[in-house]
C-alpha cells in the first residue's frame, strides 16, 4: 500500500493570517464596549451629583450654577472629550412648602477614533439624567 503524505508546511501561517485580524477586531470591539460603559456609568453619576447640588442651592441661577461645576467636577479624569449640563429649575418657582424638583441632564462625548476598528464612529455622545427633589428646609 502507499501511503499519501499531506505536506501541511504553511498551513500554521495560514491560520494566522486569518485569525489575527479577527482577535484584533474583537480587542477593539471589547475596549469599544467597556469605554461606553465606563462612560456611560460616569454620566448618570454626574448627572445624579449635579441635581443633588443643585437641589441645594437658594436660587435658580445658583443651581445652574451649581450644576454645572458639580458635573464638571465629577466627569473629570474621565474618557469624556466634551461635557454639555442643562438644568432645569422651574421647580424653584414652587411656593415655599411646595414640592419642587430640579432635573440635570448631563451628556458627554467619549471620543473612539483611537481604536480604528472600522464601521464604528469617530465619537459616542452619552446622556444621563437625574431629578432630585428641592430641600424644602433650604433658605431663602
Known amino acids: 500500500m502507499r501511503r499519501i503524505v499531506r505536506d501541511e508546511r504553511g498551513s500554521i501561517t495560514v491560520e494566522l493570517a486569518v485569525l489575527t485580524p479577527a482577535l484584533l477586531l474583537l480587542l477593539g470591539l471589547l475596549v469599544f464596549a467597556g469605554r461606553v460603559e465606563t462612560a456611560s456609568a460616569s454620566v448618570e453619576q454626574a448627572a445624579r451629583a449635579a441635581a443633588r447640588d443643585a437641589s441645594l442651592a437658594r436660587t ?8 454645572q461645576d458639580g458635573a464638571t467636577r465629577e ?50 455622545t452619552i446622556s444621563g439624567h437625574a431629578v432630585s427633589p428641592i430641600d424644602r428646609y433650604r433658605s431663602r
Open 60 to 67: 435658580a441661577d445658583a443651581a445652574r450654577t451649581t450644576a
Open 75 to 124: 466627569l473629570a479624569g474621565s474618557d469624556c472629550t466634551s461635557v454639555s449640563v442643562q438644568t432645569d429649575t422651574t421647580g424653584f418657582a414652587a411656593r415655599l412648602g411646595d414640592d419642587g424638583t430640579v432635573a440635570v441632564t448631563v451628556t458627554c462625548t467619549v471620543s473612539i477614533a483611537d481604536l480604528a476598528v472600522p464601521g464604528l464612529p469617530g465619537a459616542r
